[in-house]
Nanobody
Framework: QVQLVESGGGLVQPGGSLRLSCAASGSIFNILTMGWYRQAPGKQRELVAAVASGGSTNYADSVKDRFTISRDNAKNTVYLQMNSLKPEDTAVYYC????????????WGQGTQVTVSS
């Protein structure tokens, strides 16, 4: 069993910054990829950013040059530094971990709300 605990969401004004964290715990043998998705009301969940075990990253075009994903393998934790936030960034942000343990499994966090508003 694997648990993902997210933190760092909240209310911020346009142009502000937030840092999200997601810590994985439990029966972890090999975390392949960790990433962040988001879902705004009435929209589909979409990829924001992901980081592989080797450090390669992938970003949605809408957040490039504003968001930075990083990973601490020793702590099984992934971070998302969000700068220059816009109202359209408002969504519930979910952490995803892809873990290899004989087979590949995907685990989701419970989600953290990010609201960008003046």
């Amino acid at each position: 069993q694997v648990q993902l605990v997210e933190s760092g969401g909240g209310l911020v004004q346009p142009g502000g910054s937030l840092r999200l964290s997601c810590a994985a715990s439990g029966s972890i043998f090999n975390i392949l990829t960790m990433g962040w998705y988001r879902q705004a009301p009435g929209k589909q969940r979409e990829l924001v950013a992901a980081v592989a075990s080797g450090g390669s990253t992938n970003y949605a075009d809408s957040v490039k040059d504003r968001f930075t994903i990083s990973r601490d393998n020793a702590k099984n934790t992934v971070y998302l530094q969000m700068n220059s936030l816009k109202p359209e960034d408002t969504a519930v942000y979910y952490c995803l971990a892809t873990i290899y343990s004989g087979s590949t499994f995907r685990y989701w966090g419970q989600g953290t709300q990010v609201t960008v508003s003046s």
